[in-house]
T-cell receptor, first 111, second 110 residues
Framework: GDSVTQMEGPVTLSEEAFLTINCTYTATGYPSLFWYVQYPGEGLQLLLKATKADDKGSNKGFEATYRKETTSFHLEKGSVQVSDSAVYFCALSDQGGKLIFGQGTELSVKP | DADVTQTPRNRITKTGKRIMLECSQTKGHDRMYWYRQDPGLGLRLIYYSFDVKDINKGEISDGYSVSRQAQAKFSLSLESAIPNQTALYFC?????????FGPGTRLTVL
């Protein structure tokens, strides 16, 4: 079945460091891909998405490119802030429209 | 006001008790979902509903039941709670390919 694999956390960075969170997927067909973010004590919020190969999703300085050849959707940000501390989830939308989530990656940014 | 609300936000109960978690939405979306979140496992789908008359089991429905009382309300029940149902539970709605999550209910079963 469809699945999503993310790099394990926690990831600890200093403010203004470069962030990469790896995400790879296995799917039938060509799913839409998503990054959701969960701030402490809150539900998940959509951060960005891409619906077809080579699309780049972007929001709040975060970017991810849908790479069909490597079945990847890595999340990047050039300069993280303390306020980016959260848990990040990669997900795909399967053929029935249901979301399949990765296990989540906790990011902690220190001043 | 939040578009997707969940009650209660926290609940502690005992093994064998029946418990209901409630979800309401003001977004007007037909599709609603219940997930549980466990550390290191991400979110797993329990049940989902495409409309009031269409309810479907998800990946981990055993031990749970749901009720779609109206377009805006989707409740999750644990008929006889057990300790391994201790988790964070999320309700979500969906429009197009985007899901909108509630704030979650933290359930502890002793």
């Amino acid at each position: 079945g469809d699945s999503v694999t993310q790099m394990e956390g926690p990831v600890t960075l200093s403010e203004e460091a470069f962030l990469t969170i790896n995400c790879t997927y296995t799917a039938t067909g060509y799913p839409s891909l998503f990054w959701y973010v969960q701030y402490p004590g809150e539900g998940l919020q959509l951060l960005l998405k891409a619906t077809k190969a080579d699309d780049k999703g972007s929001n709040k300085g975060f970017e991810a490119t849908y790479r069909k050849e490597t079945t990847s959707f890595h999340l990047e940000k050039g300069s993280v802030q303390v306020s980016d501390s959260a848990v990040y989830f990669c997900a795909l939308s399967d053929q029935g429209g249901k979301l399949i989530f990765g296990q989540g990656t906790e990011l902690s940014v220190k001043p | 006001d939040a578009d997707v609300t969940q009650t209660p936000r926290n609940r502690i109960t005992k093994t064998g008790k029946r418990i209901m978690l409630e979800c309401s939405q003001t977004k007007g979306h037909d599709r609603m979902y219940w997930y549980r979140q466990d550390p290191g496992l991400g979110l797993r789908l329990i049940y989902y509903s495409f409309d009031v008359k269409d309810i479907n089991k998800g990946e981990i429905s055993d031990g749970y039941s749901v009720s779609r009382q109206a377009q805006a309300k989707f409740s999750l029940s644990l008929e006889s709670a057990i300790p391994n149902q201790t988790a964070l539970y999320f309700c979500a709605t969906r429009q197009a390919d985007t899901q909108y999550f509630g704030p979650g209910t933290r359930l502890t079963v002793l």
